[in-house]
Structures are given as C-alpha cells and as structure tokens.
DNA sequence: CGCAAGTTTGACTGACTTCAACTTAAGTGG
DNA sequence: CCACTTAAGTTGAAGTCAGTCAAACTTGCG
C-alpha cells in the first residue's frame, strides 16, 4: 500500500506539511483533487464558502470587479499556497487559473473540523494568513506610490521569486528564462496599469538591457540589480 | 475586589473578549497600558518584534517609508483592534498614533504562550487576520482602480463606519458631526494622492452639498447614497 | 497557411502632481 | 481677550505620467 499523499508535489510545503500520518491520513479522505484549464474558475465573488484547498500545481489569481467593470488582481496563488477563507459565509473574490493548474479541494465544514482538531493546522493557517497581509499590505505601498516601472519591476521580481521556489533553479538567476504565468493584460490587473503601458514599460526594460523577452510569455534577467533599483525607485 | 478588566472599554470587542475569568486574570497581568500623544510612533518597521497590543482608544496608522522617501499608510487601527504580528522576528510598518491614543500591550512571547495555551485566541486572532487581509484587498482595488474621488469617499465611509462601531451613533447618520482622526497629509497617505488632491476632491464634494466641513477636523455627510455613489464610480 | 487573440506602437488627452503663493485655523503669551 | 505665530489647508498655473483610442503587427494554433 503506498503511503498517503506520498505523490503530493507540495505534501512538505503545504498547510498539510505539519501533520502526522494519521492526520495526513484523514485529511487525505477528505481532499479531492481537481484539474484546472487556464481561465477557468474555481469560484466567484459572492458565491457561498463551501471549498478550502491547497495548490499543487500552476499558478490562479484572486480578482475583483469594479462596478465599472474592469478587474484588479489582489493576489497570486502558487503551488503549496492555501485558497479560501475558513469561518467565511460568502466567498470574496473570484479566484481564476491564470495557467493550467491543479488543486486539492477539501469542502469548508471537514476542513473546519479538521482545524479544530488540529491545532498546528489552524497555527499554521494562520502563520500564512499574516504572511499573506504582510504581502498584500507591500503591495499596497506599490499601488499607492510607485510609478509604472517600479510595479512592473515589482512583479517581475516576484514572479521569479515565487517560480524559484516553487520549481527548481536560484531566485534572480541571470539569464534563466522565466515562463510568465500570465499575459499582458493579466500582468496589468495586478498592476493596476492598462495594457498598453505594460506593454511599453516591458519594451523601456528591454531597451536597457535590464531583461530579454522570448515570445508571449519567455522572459530573461539579465541586469538583477537594475531591475531591483527599479523597483525601488520611485 | 474589582472584576479583571472590568474597566476595560474594549472588553467584548478585543481579542480578550473569548477569554474566561481565569485567562483573563493571566492576561490582565501580562497587558500593561500605555498612552500615545498624537504622533507618537509604538514601534518602527525594521524593530525586533517585541510586542503585541489591543488598541483601547485613539486611531493608529500602519505605515510604510518608501525609498524615495514618501509614506503610504497601509492600515489604519480603531479601538479593539489586534496590533502585532505573532511569530515574526521582526516588524514590518511602523505604527504611528493619529490621535492621542491608548493600547494595551503584551510582551510578544508570554503573548504566543496564551495564544498556544488558549486555542480560541488563536482562533480568533485567525478571523481577525482573514478579515484584515480582506480589507487590505479591497483597498487595493481602490488604489488600483479608483479615482481620486472615489478614494476619498470610500476613506470617509470607512471612517464613518469604523467611528460609529467604535464610538456611539449610527452608521452612515446623515449630518452627523464625525471628528476626522487624520489630517489632509495623512489622509493622503492613505489614499496614495497628494495632500493638494485631496483638499480639492473635498472642496468638490463640498460644492455638491455632499459633506459639509466643520473645522479643520469636522466632517458631515449630508448626502450618504450620493458619497456611495462616487465611492462606487470608477 | 490563415486566422484570431494577443501585443506593440503612435498620437492625443486628461487626471493627478508639482511648485508656489496665499488663506485659515488654532494655540500662546502679552 | 486679542495680536501673534505657526502649522495646516486651500487655490492657481504649469507640467507629466499614464490612459484612451486607433491602427499595425506578432505569434501560435487549427
């Protein structure tokens, strides 16, 4: 008999990691996995809170709508990062996979359950929890007071680092070719920027050598430290 | 003998609220109080995280000094709000009291042994935390995406809404007097505008009798759907 | 190869910023 | 109690960064 989870690529790094074998074991029972098309949606804003589950694989976005009708991305979701809101009536964003993607989908009430019967699981949600404002609230310095270089610089360096972590291969690696999980307009909903000037502050970055793009979605460093001098500036 | 925390304004509302007697007495030892004048800073990103603190009166900032020198206020803090991060080394904004203010604090170790000891502060420390990271979305949505003016009308809802909880008096009361707890300066740094942007959208709002200004500090809103109206428009 | 979606580029516009002068509010000491 | 002082707020003119609208160009898939 294999073990439980044994597969999970995320099985350490996940909310799941703390537990012992005969947690993992229940909480194996409770999960169901569920593979994702990029653009599709695992739930939407006001629906009602029934899932909680762990990425496993690709990358998904947390997006609201403006009454005006144009989207914000609020956050990025990537392997081993938990989704949903625990305690929750109502689900607060429409949560999209920007790639394909996998998840490992548990219904709220086990889950629940689950946290209360397992202290270091609630301990650890909410470790990740206070991560997660810790990051929303670095972004909100960005929206607020940098220019369009700066955020761009900013979710570049990000992406990397989260795709560093997440696959193999050294953050801010020189040279490595990055596949973006997302598109220019998705790019500029995280941003808050339109399109077009994403478009032309990635060409100002290509100019100055400070990266290389390949096709849609391949991107290279090729100046680290420019592109983090970006960022910072102003 | 007087009752633990009896004269406690924010009793029910803190975190303290879920405790029994005796916790409470061992929490009661472990919190001291302490005033702030306006202005006076609790702590400073970049500080060993020492503390966590209830907020008994006053309104605080969590704020950010970007490189290039300008703030962004990541959060403001009301009575019975949670201040602190458990489990981090160090601290992330600095937190500055708008007003004169008073908190509550707890050395942050003794604090992460009530917290392990008492599983329904974790709890709760859980929801309040997912509820302030969903605030924190929500508000890069406006920062994103949103006007100047509808900005400055969803700081004045919030101030509204989170002053008449804390406070007495109705939510959204038309004509009501609301003593403004930030300047223009800090407004503005809240809203990720310049203090002349916001003096002018309030003029704005003026001229369209939707709020009415009393003072430097004094604020009315006369025409509460109108506010919500321009809070919802792009 | 051809098409459609995605991206880049250009010209123009506008919202917010910047810089600067001026006004008001609120506290202080004579 | 009122002139004085100073910080806070307002107003105006000019500049700029990013947005808008529109057209051309890629890219990758069928």
Redesign the pocket.
Known sequence: MTKVCEDCVVRDRSLCGTLDDAALTEMSRLGRRRKLAAGESLQFEGDDNILCANVLGGVLKLSSLTPSGDAQTVGLLYPADFIGRPYADTVDHDITALTEAEVCIFARAPFERMMAENIQLERQLLERTLSELERSRRWLLFLGRK???ARLAGLIIDIDRRMAQTGCGADLGIGQLIQLPL???EMADVL?????????E??KLKDAGVIA?E???GLRILKPAALKAIMDSE
Do not use: C, D, H, P
């Not at 808050?192 to 032309?200: F, K, N």
């Open positions: 220019s369009a270089s598109t220019r307009t808050g920027l339109t399109i077009e000037t994403v478009s032309r990635i060409g793009t096709g849609r979605r």
